[in-house]
């Protein structure tokens, strides 16, 4: 079945599964998610893609595991802080790829637009203000 990943994410789950999920509504749309997806615990992996024009205006966490970023297009420059609060920049072109650390919050800057895939662990997912 075809579907859109820039609207609706798609969860990889225990066992080699995959199926598409809801259209993705903000940090909000977390809770859900976690719960239709409980029985994967903190193994199942969420894949999104989205099109960005503007500096993020949140900061997000996953304390379950490794977040993999792919920058398809355009150029996204990640910040990343650690849990002493000391920050560092990681810039990327389309192709290139970085890992958003376990329990490390991150945000991102975008210099004019960027598509970037996400592959998520999405379990416990925090989000703050920037």
């Not at 609207?7 to 990889?12: D, E, I, M, S």
Request: charged share 20%; hydrophobic share 40%; net charge negative.
């Amino acid at each position: 079945m075809k579907h859109n990943l820039a609207t609706h994410p798609v969860h990889l789950g225990l066992g080699g599964t995959a199926c598409a999920e809801p259209e993705f509504s903000g940090m909000d749309w977390y809770g859900p998610y976690i719960a239709r997806h409980a029985a994967d615990g903190a193994e199942g992996r969420l894949v999104s893609m989205y099109s960005f024009t503007q500096d993020w205006d949140s900061w997000e966490m996953h304390p379950e595991g490794e977040e993999v970023v792919v920058c398809l297009d355009g150029e996204i420059t990640l910040i990343q802080e650690d849990a002493q609060g000391v920050r560092q920049e990681v810039a990327l072109n389309a192709g290139e790829c970085a890992i958003n650390p376990r329990g490390v919050w991150h945000t991102a800057n975008v210099a004019a637009s960027a598509r970037v895939l996400f592959i998520t662990a999405g379990w416990n997912t925090q989000g703050r203000a920037r």
